[in-house]
Each structure stands twice: as C-alpha cells, then as structure tokens.
C-alpha cells in the first residue's frame, strides 16, 4: 500500500474525516491554530501506532503497560510503526546534557579509554603505561654497543638518611647506587643530610648493547621494575636517560592513575565524578550579590536582604553593637564600607570577641562573643533546619556557581588529565558542534590508534554531521538539556533518530523550525528529505512558509479553529494549496492575503533601557539600548545571543533593580539608565504546569469565578456546598480514584509514560454527587469540557468570567479547552495563555515585556491577532521586547536589534540596529537580506 488510508477520524474537534496520505514522503499538516493538525497526527496517527506496536508485545509484557485507549477512528490501513518527535520540554535533570541526551558522549568515552593520552594532573607530564616486552625493545632499539645501566627509583624527593635502606640493599648483593645524580659504593659509608631531599637510584646492572645481552637485559628489567615499584630507569654513558613505567605513574610526583576506563571519563559514575559536586560541576553557595542585592543601601536601609525584613531590636542593637566595637556608621552606603567591615558583616569577626547588650526585663545584660556573620548564620541555618519553609525561605539567597575543585568539568582530576589531541573531554565537550565536528576532521592520529579509533570517530563525526544538518551548529555537548528551547530540543531528538537509521517508520514531528533563523532553514528541509530519502514516511506540523512549498503532499486543515474546524479544507501538492480559492493557507501563501505593515511606526522617544558591558555567555562585551514605549524586535541567527541578551541579562537585571527578583542574573559592568520602567514581566515557553490538574482555567483565574457561580446555585446552597466542593485539587467533590485528574499514569518503562482515562469518573474529574450540580443543563466537568469560544457563549451574561474568556479568545486560544491538561499545551499555547492573564491583570503603564517567540504554533491567520494584542499593551504605553524569527512580526516592529553575525562563539555582537527599514539595509546583517524581500525594498 502506498497510502496511510485513514477513515472516519473523530478524535476531539475532527468530523469524521476521511483521507488517504501517501507514504515514504514529506507530508506537512496545517491550518489555523486549533483546526485540528494535532489531533490528526498526534492524537489518531501516532497514538494509533504506539497502541499497535504495545498490542504486538506478549502478553507478558502488557501485563506490566495495561491497556491504552483507542484514537476515535473506524480504520488506519498502511500504518508503520510511529515515532513522534515533539516541541516537548527538554529533561530537567542537571545530569543532562546535549552530548548525553545524542550519546556523542558515550563515543568520547570510549575514544578517550582507547586512545587517551595520560598525564600528571600535578606537573603535566605524559604518563605511558608500558609492559616488559615494550620496555625491552624499546632499549634494544638504541645503537649497538651503546654503554648503559639499568636503575630502579627507590627514593624520590625524600628527606632522610636512608642508613638502614643502603646497608639492606648492600646485604642483598647489589653494589652501587646513584644518590643525586653521584654514584656511589655501597660498601664506602655514605652520610645523608637527613634534612635535604635526595633521588635514590639502584643500579641494577650496567651493559653494553649487542644482540646477546637480550636475556640479561630482561632479567635486569624485571628486578628493576619490582624494586622500582613498576618504574625502571635507563641511563646511557652519555648521560641521556629514559624512565620507564609498567603502570599509570608520574615518574616526577609519584601520582599513579588506574587503568583507562569508559567509566572514568563518566560524571554519572562514581568513578569519574568530581568528588565535591558528585559531577554536577556546580554547588550551592550563599551569593554575596543576592544576600546584598543592592550595595548602595545602607545597613540602616535592609542593605543585607535577610536582616531587612526583621525589623526587631535584637538586629538594631546588633548593628550598633558592631558599629562600635569597629567604629563605622551604618547609614553609610554598603559599597563604601571598608572591606574588612563588609567582610566582618558577611563572614563573622573570626575570634575577635565584640560587646553585645540586650535589654530584658528593663534590664540590660552584656556578652563577649564572636560575631557569625550574615554568611556564615545562613549556612549554619541552612543546615540545622528541617523545615520546608526555613529552607525555601533562605533558598532566596542560594545560587548555583561552579564547582572550586572541578571548576564546572563535572570530572576527577585524574580524568581531565587525560587528552585526545591535546584536548580533554571536558575542553572537546566545551567547543561548539561546528568547531568539534572541525577538531575530528583534523585530527591526525598514529597507526595503532587510527585503528583502535576508526569505528568510534565514524559514529562521532556522523552524529556531529546529523546537528549541523538540523542546524544546531552553535550549541556545545557541555550545554545542559534543561536550558534548551522546546525547538532545539526537538531538532536534537531528530538529530538522533536519524542518527539511529531506521527505515520503514512513520516520523511524527511538531513544528521542527521554531526557534530557527530563516538561514538554516533549507539545511533542516534536506536532512527531513534525507530522512524521507531512507524509506520513511515523515508527517511534520507546521506553518513555515519554506517548508510547505519544500514538502511533496500539504494537508490544509480548518476552515477554522475549534468546532469550527476539523476537517480537511483541501490536500494536495504545494502548487494545488497555492491555487485553491479555499485554501486560507493558499491565499497566504500565494500573496493573497498578507499581514499588512503599520500605517505608522512609532518612533523612538527620549527614555532608553541601557546596560554597559554585557558579556555573560557569548555576548562580547555589547551595550544594550532598548528605546522605552515602542515594539522592540530582537533577531539573530540561531545561538546568536538573543535569549542570553533578553532573558538572562535584560530582564533579570531589571527584574533585580525592581526587587522582583533574586537569583543570579547576565554578566555586565553597568546599569546606566532603566528608562521609565516600573515592572518588568517575562512571558517565556515554559509549561503553566507539569501535572494534568493545571489548566487554562486555573491558570488565569476564571476557574475561580466559575466555582463561586456552582457555589452560589440553590442545590449546592441546600446541600452546604463550599467553592472546594468543585475543586479538583482538594477532596470533597473529586474522584479519589484519580485524584482529580481524569487520567490514570502507566509506567511504559522502556516508552514515555502514558495517561489512561480513570475507569471511576471516566474523565470527568468529580464524583456523582458534584456532577448532580448544574448550571443551564451543564455540570462542572461540562463546562471544563468546553472550548473557550463556546463558553464564551455560555457565560455571556456573568461579566467576569466572560472577561477572563474574552482575553483568551483575543490571543487566539478560542479552541482550547478550559480544562484541557497543560502537559498536552504547546509552548506557544502556555506563552500565548500567559499573556492573557497579563492581559486580565489591572493595567499599569511603564512596563516592561518580554515575549520569547509568540508566534509558536500560530498560523499567518492568528499572527495578526498577536499582533493586535501587543499592540494594545505598547499604545497602553508600555515597553515591548520580543525575541522573534517570524518576518511577519519583524517587519511590523517599530525597532530591530540585530544580533550575529554567526551563532556560538562567532555571535554575541549587535550587527544592526533601527527600524525595520534600516536593518533590511544594513550589508552585514543576515537579516535584514531576508527582510528586504519582505518590505520590496528596491536595490539601488
């Protein structure tokens, strides 16, 4: 068959929809959001799959799996075994990284086991592991009738007069020694400065190199490396000498290290971690910046955060205490203290004893103590509590720095000692993909380890070849997995699995150019086709302009989002979508319609954000400027430094300046100026929850709202229902069976998990008694059944809940289900929900947001409707800061921040900044050639 025939497809929002799609080709579903692309492919294709390939198993394996629902559908015909590859979040676990989770790692280890070259972490020497054969040939190798002696290190570097040691060896025949490099006769008296150091060597034997001195030359080996204690040195007549070692050991430092492992070069295992951070590569730490987050303060003023909040006398008369006892003012700024002063407040006075009062009782009591020190009291707090709440309260002032043994390597010193062409596998792990994929290409390696190696660079340097394909050539395998976008994650993933080389499967993608620049676009739709190009059927989600008119079959879905959608508008080739008169996707992609550019920009005033020497990550030392009051659109090509700009510097030091946050923030020198800013709010892609019980309606608060309403109806009144009674989160009013949840988790073990509707509630959450509630013929569960369009419609007349809904409706989320779970959200769908609670927020001016990719999962159709709601917050007057590789958005920003002109370490500069206009200009931005096509500007 060369067909996937589906027929009569229902799940959630499809009619009933019949269609063939046609195997081993790159099909893209699309429409508008919530026409129901997900649930085709995701929801009936996939989910169809993974149940199959569960119900080939034995019986004994489902024994362990349980039974998963089947997609609402009459029949799938042509199906392979699917794999779904999805926007979602990347693992959390700190052991996590981008060499783990592609295995490029596990190759380094045993690259670095097979062919690692030894050093002393002490002194940097090579360290070569040698046996007796090797030895031995490699002295035969020195010219004939070479004079030489065979010596054995008995002392190196030790004090001592080694009286009883010498006469020993004397008794047991030997007859010479070398002590500092003099030989000496055992049988003279020999006297040792026993303060000094001296190198002892025992001569062994003393020959002549011919061809009949082999045997005699291996016995004295032997005796040598036994004396020396695996080290035997050789010393010709002409004073040349070579130590040799039949184990791991720095001949010099006497350090020994065991025999190379895959393990050893490990930070999960035991064998390999740092022993101080267990190969985290970072630890907690009390931070001087968060515990003094503002040093302009005075100690009057709360400049130490934890004292600020305790306004009691024992801290006032603490202060003037210490004040006195080492004469300085506390209504003096922090940063102008002496540093003894500030390190007495942080650090405690040592054992320096300082006069205390207390006044008890109108009574005033004195003690000579040391002073703790606002460091030294969290640590001992942090550690002598086992409250929950101390801990998260004095968690405020902990952040994560690196690790002082390991320095952030994760790795023993014995392993990072080890190289493969000079680099360790810290220092290999560090590079960018692009710059490691370079190193391999180069390396140039000898006979014997060319052959031990050959194997593993192929699978290194394909691997390496799959993420450049995928575009992920600025990343490092050091990056951990817990900071990668819900994009790069999934390129990642695909990366794999073409690393894998399976044929014959279905690959399920959502949304694979997110988070991807205009410029590596081409190079993902190649590795797909190559993908398609090995027998694989590949069904990718997506909008992208590009990748529709690159892929062999589009199915257009909608014609609108919701109840309004569900069925396939038309399907076809790029040229037939393009032709359609139907086809919304078509009119866009044709030009016939389009996101019209702004009647108007609005121009930059006199008030600018401005942060001086910014360098955290790649950033090279760049000045931000963000013009206050206007749409601000930040750019770049992928690893550009976009997110490290905005997210990590931008917000979090403004965030710091307005006490509304804590934690660490971006490196630079100055804050020169925040403009008129007085709140500053990130709307990012993180989920708004990780369990089924969060939703939209709790998230934005309507849920709240719609409680009070079930509350308030006469049964409930009569039966003394509180708001908890139709709370899912509490019991009373929920299904115990699943605790609210509607689903069921099953452990897959060796698949992701999966969610099984409750058999007790069948989905709906409550118990039959809540259900009994009604309000207009629908229950609780009814109403979280309902998409926000339609309960839009049937709250109409109860003002704030229609409110709440309206926010949703205006960012384009009229086709989510109130109570739909927030792990089946997309990153786009959670940001977009975000700004609705933004949205429903009383308003004030002088905000400052930060948008990271809004357009995620949006259709050209809903971009406009973004656009309207940014709009509305900015003519509001506040600040808009967006990260964004939609043209669309681009183009409609009233001012552009470049950044490149490469991603990792060949990014971190602005290339351009201005209007839209003047970027598509500028010669050196990536950009703006892109953004001149859009705008039709016309080249001189």
């Not at 003099?182 to 011919?210: C, F, Q």
């Not at 004295?220 to 007549?237: D, H, Y």
């Not at 040093?295 to 009057?300: A, V």
């Not at 997309?826 to 001016?845: D, T, V």
Request: hydrophobic letters at 35%; one cysteine or more; charged letters at 25%.
């Amino acid at each position: 068959m060369n067909a996937i025939r589906i027929k009569h497809a229902s799940q959630h929002n499809l009619k009933k929809i019949s269609l063939d799609i046609p195997r081993d080709k790159l099909v893209v579903i699309t429409g508008v959001s919530g026409s129901g692309k997900s649930s085709l492919a995701f929801d009936t294709i996939y989910a169809e799959g993974q149940r199959r390939y569960v119900e080939s198993l034995s019986t004994y394996a489902r024994q362990f799996i349980g039974q998963m629902d089947k997609p609402e559908v009459e029949s799938i015909e042509g199906l392979s075994p699917a794999i779904a590859i999805e926007q979602r979040a990347s693992s959390q676990n700190p052991r996590s990284t981008v060499g783990t989770v592609t295995e490029i790692y596990d190759y380094f280890r045993l690259l670095y086991a097979g062919i690692g070259a030894c050093h002393c972490y002490n002194c940097g020497r090579e360290i070569k592991s040698q046996t007796i054969d090797s030895i031995l040939e490699n002295v035969l190798s020195m010219p004939v009738g070479t004079h030489f002696s065979v010596m054995a290190p008995i002392a190196r570097g030790k004090k001592g007069e080694f009286l009883k040691e010498l006469k020993k060896l004397q008794k047991e025949g030997f007859a010479r020694v070398r002590i500092d490099r003099e030989i000496h006769d055992l049988s003279e008296d020999i006297a040792l400065n026993k303060k000094k150091r001296h190198d002892i060597d025992l001569i062994v034997d003393r020959l002549v190199l011919k061809e009949s001195v082999r045997k005699r030359l291996r016995d004295s080996l032997e005796i040598a490396i036994l004396r020396g204690n695996g080290l035997v040195r050789v010393v010709t007549a002409a004073g040349e000498e070579t130590l040799f070692s039949e184990k791991y050991a720095c001949p010099d430092c006497g350090i020994s290290i065991s025999e190379l492992t895959p393990r050893m070069f490990s930070f999960n295992s035991p064998y390999g971690a740092c022993p101080d951070c267990n190969g985290l590569g970072s630890r907690m730490r009390f931070a001087t910046d968060l515990i003094v987050p503002d040093p302009e303060l005075s100690l009057r003023e709360g400049a130490i955060a934890p004292w600020a909040s305790r306004n009691s006398i024992y801290y006032y008369n603490m202060l003037d205490a210490l004040s006195r006892h080492f004469k300085f003012d506390i209504n003096t700024p922090f940063n102008k203290l002496t540093e003894r002063i500030q390190n007495v407040l942080l650090y405690g006075s040592g054992e320096e004893n300082i006069k205390f009062h207390y006044d008890r009782s109108d009574k005033r009591y004195f003690a000579y103590r040391p002073f703790e020190g606002a460091i030294r009291q969290l640590e001992r707090r942090w550690r002598e509590t086992a409250s929950t709440t101390v801990r998260n309260d004095l968690a405020r002032y902990i952040d994560l720095s690196a690790c002082e043994t390991c320095l952030g390597a994760r790795l023993k010193k014995e392993s990072l000692a080890v190289t493969v062409g000079g680099k360790n596998i810290h220092e290999l792990s560090l590079m960018s993909i692009r710059e490691c994929f370079d190193f391999f290409d180069k390396l140039n390696l000898g006979p014997q380890e060319e052959i031990i190696a050959e194997r593993i660079l192929k699978e290194i340097k394909s691997r390496l070849q799959f993420l450049l394909n995928v575009g992920m050539d600025y990343l490092n395998l050091a990056r951990s997995s817990s900071t990668l976008s819900g994009g790069e994650g999934q390129r990642i993933r695909l990366a794999t699995q073409i690393g894998s080389g399976l044929m014959g499967v279905l690959y399920v993608l959502d949304e694979p150019t997110v988070g991807l620049h205009q410029r590596d676009n081409l190079r993902l739709i190649k590795t797909l086709k190559n993908l398609r190009d090995m027998g694989n059927t590949v069904l990718v989600v997506e909008h992208d302009a590009e990748m529709m008119m690159a892929c062999d079959h589009i199915v257009d879905m909608g014609p609108g989002a919701g109840l309004q959608g569900g069925e396939v508008v038309i399907q076809g080739s790029p040229q037939e979508i393009l032709a359609s008169s139907e086809s919304l996707t078509g009119k866009y992609l044709s030009g016939r319609e389009s996101i019209a550019l702004p009647a108007k920009r609005r121009t930059p005033g006199k008030r600018f954000i401005i942060l001086e020497g910014a360098s955290e990550n790649n950033l090279k030392n760049i000045n931000i400027k963000i013009p206050t009051g206007i749409f601000t659109a930040v750019t770049g090509v992928s690893g550009s430094g976009k997110s490290t700009m905005i997210v990590e510097t931008l917000y979090k030091v403004v965030a710091r300046r307005l006490n509304q946050h804590r934690g660490s923030m971006g490196k630079i020198k100055k804050v020169r100026d925040l403009g008129d800013i007085e709140r500053v709010i990130l709307i990012n892609q993180q989920p708004i929850g990780r369990t089924p019980r969060s939703n939209p309606a709790t998230y934005t608060g309507v849920f709240s709202f719609i409680r009070d309403l079930f509350t308030s109806l006469p049964e409930s009144r009569m039966r003394g229902y509180k708001p908890g009674r139709f709370s899912f989160n509490v019991k009373g009013g929920r299904c115990e069976s699943c605790e609210g949840n509607g689903v069921i988790r099953i452990e897959m073990h060796f698949l992701p998990d999966v969610y099984v509707t409750c058999d007790v509630c069948s989905g709906r959450r409550f118990n039959t008694d809540t259900l009994d509630i009604k309000y207009k013929d629908k229950s609780i569960a009814d109403v979280l059944d309902m998409t926000v369009s339609q309960a839009l419609q049937f709250f109409s007349n109860i003002p704030p809940i229609k409110a709440h809904l309206k926010l949703l409706s205006d960012v384009g989320l009229g086709y989510i289900r109130l109570g739909q779970s927030a792990t089946t959200l997309s990153g786009g769908e959670a940001q977009r929900i975000k700004l609705a609670r933004e949205l429903g927020k009383k308003m004030n001016s002088n905000t400052l947001y930060i948008l990271d990719e809004p357009t995620i999962g949006l259709h050209f159709a809903d971009i406009q409707k973004l656009l309207d709601v940014l709009k509305r917050l900015v003519d509001m007057g506040n600040t808009m800061v967006v990260i964004e590789h939609n043209l669309d958005v681009i183009k409609c920003a009233d001012y552009i921040i470049d950044l490149g002109p490469e991603g990792g370490p060949g990014g971190g500069y602005i290339v351009a900044a201005g209007t839209p206009e003047e970027v598509a200009g500028h010669e050196n931005s990536v950009t703006g050639k892109f953004l001149e096509k859009m705008l039709c500007i016309p080249k001189i």
